[in-house]
């Protein structure tokens, strides 16, 4: 409760849990709009997360590897599966998709200098590929989404690998929004929009309905790029065993499995909130399902949702992913809610680490806006210098952990260097509980 | 069936890049026959990446998926048979006849071209297409030019429900009737049905036809090889478009989502 003044508790007043400020303020906000609340973001509520898993350093029983000494390798090879030109990354820690519209150009091309050096990857989003994003971007997934915005061949044959998106962790099952705020010219032409319209992305593929058809539109899309190109499938936690299943069934190459914490550039604040699964509960149902085809590492994990630190990386890959993804990190990277700009904030009804009304476009830090104003705030050139430290951070903080559980290369980590301190983390992320040998909801015998 | 031209002689929209014949191209003597019996879509579609000659002749198809995909030269290609998913998808410049039906997604995303189809296609026929002109001479199942973007289409019989769903551009001509859900949140395509409309799709509306709009068919007809007379008079036509109600939103609408 920091931050809040003590007088209502002194003075005997209690708040309800279930009523509490922010759901009253969110009843007299639609009672007094009839408008339900669009923000950009992941869900805000407290879930089961990475914070909840702990590992298991060496001592006796294992072996640690000596830190700034001893190699750690780091590096990660994606859609080697049927693709004849696989992407060779340096490190697993790769930029989400994310739009030119809801990003501004400025700040793609940011996340594009900072991932081409440190050797990852970044990824479009449902606007289309800008071309400063392509010469400053070593490695481009290029998203294949139900929208098709600006889609075209030329672009898929220049992209280095293609992401097939059925959904992202934030709105599992719902389409992209883009307010008219956003739609610049630049934004409508590459859109095929009118100008200033509130856009409302499709939510289905218009030319596939079921995983048998995705099969083949997956063969379309590698005959047109003469099956150079590695396919991801994205999908929304939700049912993630069953999808990657049928993910895999379509022959992707790669798989990304998004968390509800994963963001969004607008999205109505119940989808948000309600829909989907935390990403620690999507992971082992996702690797069950790549294990029971034999294909767990043949087919590649991509985790997004929540990742912040090294260590969130190191747990993700612990539990099976080959790599993983960040977005809503890599604005606060480059300078999303920063406390510098706390009075532009207060003038927006927001405040430094609250911002989230990305669908406005009137974002102070120029990351989130189509106003030239304020995107030229952000130099693309420092800004893809923050998000190649923050990169290089990530990855030193989960060499750190790896070597400290004797690991000679971040995909060495394992569950077995997991345990939980819940029991919710335990039982969804399939490890003991501390001190225990006990994983809620697996048969008994454990490895203790 | 619509009386239609051979495809040699059709005209392309205007707007629409010009396709050589392959008369003028550089080896317009030279015709390649790919017979699928023996070779394979792989086979196929590498050639048509860097083709070494200017006109393709595809024997056999058999409904394989994915035929003559991503081309992107002015080529002349015939499928003699039937075309199975996304034939002739991200077209860009070739001019691709289908003697035969084809599956969902005929010239998918196309850039630019002319796809012609004899008989009739399956769902999503040119869905977000971006440019050049699609004919199917036959009908058209559901979802016809969903989210198309530019392209142009000229259906010779019907389509299908929720056709024109989400078209943000380009024209879309029926020569037949539409089903249910026609133009549903359509942004600015223009349709042209010449045949009955189920109900209409949310936000869409008939539009008055003015001159500039009888030209513009027969344009598109004369493109498709249809003589704009008689029973193909552009005055038999009616326009449908946006309302333009659902382009911002509103509480209002909510029952209209």
């Known amino acids: 409760m920091s931050g809040y003044p003590l007088e209502p508790a002194a003075l005997g007043l209690r708040e309800s849990a279930t009523f509490d400020r922010a759901t009253i303020a969110a009843i007299q906000r639609a009672a007094e709009t009839g408008v339900y609340d669009i923000r950009g973001g992941g869900a805000k509520r407290r879930l089961p997360h990475f914070d909840d898993l702990l ?80 010469e400053q971007s070593k490695y481009l997934v290029y998203q294949y989404l139900p929208s098709r915005y600006g889609m075209n061949p030329t672009d898929l044959r220049r992209a280095d690998a293609i992401e097939v998106v ?23 032409e590459m859109r095929t929009l009118p100008v200033g319209i509130d856009q409302r992305s499709a939510c289905r593929h218009p030319d596939w309905t079921g995983p048998d058809d995705l099969a083949i539109k997956i063969l379309e899309l590698r005959e047109i790029t003469d099956w150079e190109k590695p396919i991801y499938v994205k999908v929304g936690a939700t049912r993630t065993y069953y999808d990657v299943k049928l993910a895999v069934a379509a022959d992707a190459d790669v798989v990304v499995v998004d968390g509800m914490q994963g963001g969004t550039a607008a999205t109505q604040d119940v989808f948000i909130e309600h829909v989907g699964i935390p990403t620690l509960a999507a992971i082992p149902q996702a690797v069950q399902a790549l294990s029971e085809l034999g294909l767990h590492r043949r087919v590649q994990l991509i985790v997004s949702g929540g990742i912040r630190t090294g260590a969130d990386v190191a747990k993700a890959m612990a539990l099976g992913a080959d790599a993983v993804a960040i977005g809503t990190a890599a604005l606060i990277a480059l300078g999303d809610n920063h406390p510098r700009h706390a009075a532009e904030y207060a ?42 430290n923050y990169l290089r951070v990530l990855t030193m903080e989960a060499q750190a952990i790896a070597r400290a559980c004797g690991k000679a290369h971040l995909r060495n980590l394992e569950p077995e260097d997991l345990v939980a301190v819940t029991i919710e983390a335990a039982a969804m992320a399939r490890v003991p509980l501390a001190g225990t040998d006990w994983v809620p909801g697996q048969t008994a015998g454990g490895w203790l | 069936m619509a009386p239609l031209s051979d495809p ?44 070494r000659a200017a006109r393709y002749e595809v024997r056999h198809p058999r409904g394989a998926h994915a035929l003559a995909v991503g081309v992107h030269a002015p080529l002349v290609i015939d499928i003699r048979g039937h075309a199975g998913y996304y034939c002739a998808g991200m077209n860009d410049g070739a001019t691709i006849t289908v003697h035969g039906n084809v599956g969902t997604g005929v010239a998918e995303n196309m850039m630019s071209g002319l796809v012609r189809v004899r008989g009739d296609a399956s769902q999503s026929a040119g869905a977000t297409g971006r440019g050049g002109l ?31 769903f989400m078209a943000q551009a380009g024209r879309l001509v029926v020569c037949g009737d539409a089903g249910d859900g026609l133009g549903d949140s359509i942004y600015e395509t223009r349709i042209y049905l010449r045949g009955r409309a189920g109900a209409l799709g949310a936000d869409c509306v008939e539009k008055p036809m003015r ?47």
């Open chain 2, 134 to 164: 699609l004919v199917i001479e036959g009908s058209a199942s559901m979802r016809c030019g969903i989210s198309m973007k530019g392209i142009d289409i000229v259906v010779g019989g019907d389509v299908g429900p929720m056709s024109a």
């Open chain 2, 8 to 51: 040699a002689t059709a005209t392309l929209a205007a707007g629409t890049p010009a396709v050589p014949h392959p008369a003028t191209a550089a080896d317009g003597e030279r015709l390649v026959t790919v017979d699928l019996a023996t070779s394979s879509v792989r086979a196929l579609n590498a050639e048509l990446h860097a083709p």
């Open chain 2, 211 to 257: 001159d500039e709009h009888r030209a513009e068919l027969a344009d598109l007809l004369r493109a498709a090889g249809i003589d704009p007379v008689g029973e193909y008079d552009p005055a038999r036509f009616r326009r449908y478009g946006s309302a333009r109600q659902l382009y911002h939103f509103a509480a209002h609408n909510s029952s209209a989502y």
């Open chain 1, 347 to 388: 003038r927006l009804g927001s405040a430094a680490g609250f911002y989230d009304d990305y669908q406005d476009g009137r974002d102070p830090a120029g990351i989130t806006t189509q106003d030239p104003q304020l995107a030229a705030r952000l130099d693309p050139v420092d800004g893809g210098r923050r998000i190649a």
């Open chain 1, 166 to 188: 059925l959904g992202q962790g934030a709105k599992p099952g719902g389409g992209g929004m883009l307010l008219g705020q956003k739609i610049s010219e630049r934004v409508a």
């Open chain 1, 55 to 134: 590992f298991l350093g060496a001592s006796m029983s294992r072996y640690p590897l000596e830190g700034y000494r001893e190699r750690c390798g780091t590096d990660v090879v994606l859609g080697d599966r049927h693709a004849s030109r696989p992407l060779h990354l340096d490190i697993p820690v790769t930029i989400a998709g994310m739009s030119f519209g809801a990003l501004s150009a400025q700040a793609k091309e940011a996340l594009g200098r900072g991932a081409s050096e440190v050797g990852t990857s970044t990824t479009t989003g449902d606007g289309g590929m800008t071309p400063e994003e392509r």
